[in-house]
């Protein structure tokens, strides 16, 4: 079974410039999230799909970053324009469901994209 | 705001050695998963806990789960290099966001 894949792996812009990632799901997950991981810290969440719908993207700095899932498959996560703390590791991640009832369904995780800022 | 904590942060030990980190939270989760990371790759998923005071066993790899659902650790036996990496804990809570947090993690180094 193929895993998540990303692309690009590596992107150095400078600030103000736009960029954008984009995340292939395992086949026939329905459920699809974009995570941030600053250099020493854990991912944090910034937008999770179900299909092609936004379930939760409390925690997307709207103003500068934007994401869609057209058909429920493929997502693309876009940042426009790009402030040196942006620097970053973006992970897609993918699940078959959310979950079942309250336990977390497991989740598959991309490589990651490493964004750096100048 | 629910928070997680994990700790120790950073921990540098030598082969054969054995080692717990330590994951809590002041709300009770509804599950809580740990995840490891290696350089370079996304974190991959250890094991799901579920029901309080739980303990699931993965080869030299021991979890436990809080009987109050509040904390959770996890032990490892004579530590191999192979065990470096950061560890994560990510919980869900039954009230508030339902999506998963993660931890800041331990980062872990086990020397040859």
């Known amino acids: 079974e193929a895993g998540v894949a990303q692309s690009p792996r590596y992107k150095i812009i400078e600030k103000r410039q736009s960029v954008a990632f984009w995340c292939n799901p395992i086949?026939?997950?329905?459920?699809l999230y974009w995570y941030q991981q600053i250099l020493g810290q854990g991912p944090k969440l910034l937008i999770q799909f179900q299909n092609n719908g936004v379930v939760d993207d409390s925690q997307l700095p709207k103003d500068r970053f934007s994401a869609e899932r057209l058909k429920g498959v493929d997502s693309t996560l876009k940042i426009q324009p790009a402030k040196l703390e942006d620097s970053a590791v973006y992970l897609c991640?993918?699940?078959?469901?959310?979950?079942?009832?309250?336990?977390?369904?497991?989740?598959?995780f991309g490589p990651g994209t490493r964004l750096t800022v100048t | 705001t629910q928070l997680l904590e994990q700790s120790p942060q950073f921990l540098s030990i030598q082969e054969g050695e054995n080692l717990t980190v330590y994951c809590n939270s002041s709300s009770v989760f509804s599950s809580l998963q740990w995840y490891r990371q290696e350089p370079g790759e996304g974190p991959v998923l250890l094991v799901t806990?579920?029901?309080?005071?739980e303990v699931k066993k993965l080869k030299r790899l021991t979890f436990q789960f809080g009987d109050a659902r509040k904390d959770s650790s996890l032990h490892i036996t004579a530590a191999q290099p192979g065990d470096t990496g950061l560890y994560l804990c990510a919980g869900a809570w039954n009230t508030g966001r339902r999506a998963l947090t993660f931890g800041s993690g331990t980062r872990l180094q086990v020397q040859p």
């Open positions: 086949s026939g997950h329905a459920t």
């Open positions: 991640a993918s699940s078959s469901q959310f979950s079942i009832g309250l336990i977390s369904y497991e989740q598959y």
């Open positions: 806990v579920v029901t309080g005071g």
